[in-house]
């Protein structure tokens, strides 16, 4: 995913504190703490860098899912995005995966960017046809319009989510910067999203903290989360949307959507395996994190000593100048070596 990406040498410089809830996701909330389900996972099953990591030497492609399913119980599915697939395809796909896992396809790239939600009944129809080859398994479907996709095309989208089928629950992601400067016509759209009972995707990436707007539109947190190949930031990051979901729960959240990017897919399953352990760990969850295999960790035992002592100094770095912060009348000089 190149959404977001910023050079490597300028990620320690970024403010990636989560903004405060927009007041929206407390009306949305309904402020009493309920269950919560929480679903993890990445974008892709087909990664052959990942045989020897979760997936067993030896595994044939074929098998990709079914050993993907064995560690998370979800993923952000790219590939109804890039083709249309039959619904014969999908509901094998749908066998090859366990109890309650779910998939969250993304529309169609004929739908939301060639014909950009225009006109687009039939071929929306059409995937949906094949979509609810899931059946149960079948999670939110993610519409992620254009880049370009701007504020002249506010009434093409609005139009285009009222002829949404309310039974299929929706998570729209707006990336053009414009939505995001313009409170009046945000607003509108963001009300009928809850009337709809549409949500609004969180994406967290590093060169776009615009788009991280903690504004919920239903009780359904679908989030995006794009790391930075184990850099030591990524585990601040995933401590504070541990302490965010925390919250979320504690006010009565029903689903919380954790989905994982990287720049470098190869390190996701690292990164999973760390988030999924501190939301345990913090939200008093009992997921199961991923299963690195033993000879994956032997390889890079050393990288990942030397990455969690990096995290250590940047995590002591980040709560002092925070706890600075707050004494404006002492000054505070220290030396990084």
């Given at each position: 995913?190149?959404?977001?990406?910023?050079?490597?040498?300028?990620?320690?410089?970024?403010?990636?504190?989560?903004?405060?809830?927009?007041?929206?996701?407390?009306?949305?909330?309904?402020?009493?703490?309920?269950?919560?389900?929480?679903?993890?996972?990445?974008?892709?099953?087909?990664?052959?860098?990942?045989?020897?990591?979760?997936?067993?030497?030896?595994?044939?492609?074929?098998?990709?899912?079914?050993?993907?399913?064995?560690?998370?119980?979800?993923?952000?599915?790219?590939?109804?995005?890039?083709?249309?697939?039959?619904?014969?395809?999908?509901?094998?796909?749908?066998?090859?995966?366990?109890?309650?896992?779910?998939?969250?396809?993304?529309?169609?790239?004929?739908?939301?960017?060639?014909?950009?939600?225009?006109?687009?009944?039939?071929?929306?129809?059409?995937?949906?046809?094949?979509?609810?080859?899931?059946?149960?398994?079948?999670?939110?479907?993610?519409?992620?319009?254009?880049?370009?996709?701007?504020?002249?095309?506010?009434?093409?989208?609005?139009?285009?989510?009222?002829?949404?089928?309310?039974?299929?629950?929706?998570?729209?992601?707006?990336?053009?910067?414009?939505?995001?400067?313009?409170?009046?016509?945000?607003?509108e759209t963001m009300s009928l999203m809850q009337e709809l009972g549409i949500g609004f995707v969180l994406t967290?990436?590093?060169?776009?903290?615009?788009?991280?707007?903690?504004?919920?539109?239903?009780?359904?947190?679908?989030?995006?989360?794009?790391?930075?190949?184990?850099?030591?930031?990524?585990?601040?990051?995933?401590?504070?949307?541990?302490?965010?979901?925390?919250?979320?729960?504690?006010?009565?959240?029903?689903?919380?959507?954790?989905?994982?990017?990287?720049?470098?897919?190869?390190?996701?399953?690292?990164?999973?395996?760390?988030?999924?352990?501190?939301?345990?760990?913090?939200?008093?969850?009992?997921?199961?994190?991923?299963?690195?295999?033993?000879?994956?960790?032997?390889?890079?035992?050393?990288?990942?000593?030397?990455?969690?002592?990096?995290?250590?100094?940047?995590?002591?770095?980040?709560?002092?100048?925070?706890?600075?912060?707050?004494?404006?009348?002492?000054?505070?000089?220290?030396?990084?070596?």
């Open positions: 995913m190149e959404f977001g990406r910023v050079n490597p040498d300028d990620l320690s410089g970024i403010d990636f504190t989560l903004p405060p809830d927009h007041p929206q996701t407390g009306k949305v909330l309904s402020g009493k703490k309920a269950k919560t389900k929480v679903y993890e996972g990445c974008v892709k099953w087909g990664r052959p860098e990942w045989v020897g990591l979760i997936y067993p030497k030896g595994t044939k492609a074929a098998d990709f899912l079914s050993h993907y399913a064995k560690h998370f119980n979800s993923i952000e599915l790219n590939a109804t995005f890039h083709q249309p697939h039959t619904r014969e395809t999908i509901e094998k796909w749908a066998a090859m995966t366990g109890e309650g896992f779910k998939f969250c396809p993304k529309v169609y790239q004929g739908v939301s960017h060639w014909k950009r939600l225009k006109e687009a009944q039939a071929e929306t129809d059409k995937y949906i046809e094949s979509i609810l080859g899931f059946g149960d398994k079948l999670g939110p479907v993610l519409l992620q319009v254009h880049d370009n996709f701007g504020l002249k095309s506010v009434e093409v989208l609005q139009n285009y989510l009222r002829d949404w089928p309310k039974e299929i629950a929706l998570q729209l992601e707006l990336r053009n910067t414009n939505w995001h400067t313009d409170s009046i016509i945000l607003d967290d990436a590093a060169g776009r903290r615009d788009v991280v707007h903690m504004r919920l539109t239903n009780q359904t947190a679908f989030i995006r989360w794009v790391g930075n190949s184990l850099h030591p930031t990524d585990y601040i990051r995933i401590d504070e949307w541990a302490l965010r979901i925390k919250e979320w729960i504690g006010k009565g959240i029903k689903e919380v959507y954790f989905l994982v990017h990287n720049h470098d897919e190869i390190n996701t399953p690292v990164i999973c395996d760390y988030a999924v352990k501190k939301f345990n760990e913090i939200c008093g969850l009992k997921l199961d994190p991923p299963n690195l295999l033993t000879c994956y960790n032997k390889k890079t035992a050393f990288l990942m000593r030397k990455r969690c002592f990096l995290y250590a100094v940047l995590s002591f770095s980040f709560y002092y100048n925070t706890f600075s912060s707050l004494l404006p009348s002492i000054s505070i000089i220290y030396i990084l070596d």
